[in-house]
């Protein structure tokens, strides 16, 4: 008997529906899936504070980490560049000394732009110890 009280039909519905199946719950949705707390508006609720976490998030992780990635790319392209450009100029001077000074002796030219080289390799030398000490 106790079985047949829980399965009682609700106020003109078929027989054999029950109070559960027959009424949406309150603050359902029309598709029949209850909703937190009875509010309507959750999922874009949900959805805004999951853009506010990303965009913080993005705001203090992401955004440095690519300022420092541009910084890394941008110094390696200089860097290769300033070595292309320094090879371009050594070879261009090695030959204007070869045609035009020396008569198309290329040790004497060689010679000229690696003591350069040189004296500037002894210069930047000489300053890493001046800036250990300040």
Known sequence: ???QATTLP???DAPGTTDATARPQAGAAST???TPGGDADWPAKAAD???AVVGGVHDRVV???VLVARGVVFGIVAGAMAL???VLVAVAVIRLLDVYLFGHQ???SDTVVGGVFTIVG???WSKRHAAETA
């Open 106 to 108: 290329v040790w004497a």
């Open 122 to 124: 002894i210069l930047l």
């Open 10 to 12: 609700v106020g003109g």
């Open 63 to 65: 955004r440095p980490l």
């Open 32 to 34: 029949g899936v209850p």
């Open 1 to 3: 008997m106790d079985d």
């Open 49 to 51: 504070l999951v853009e």
């Open 84 to 86: 292309v450009l320094t």
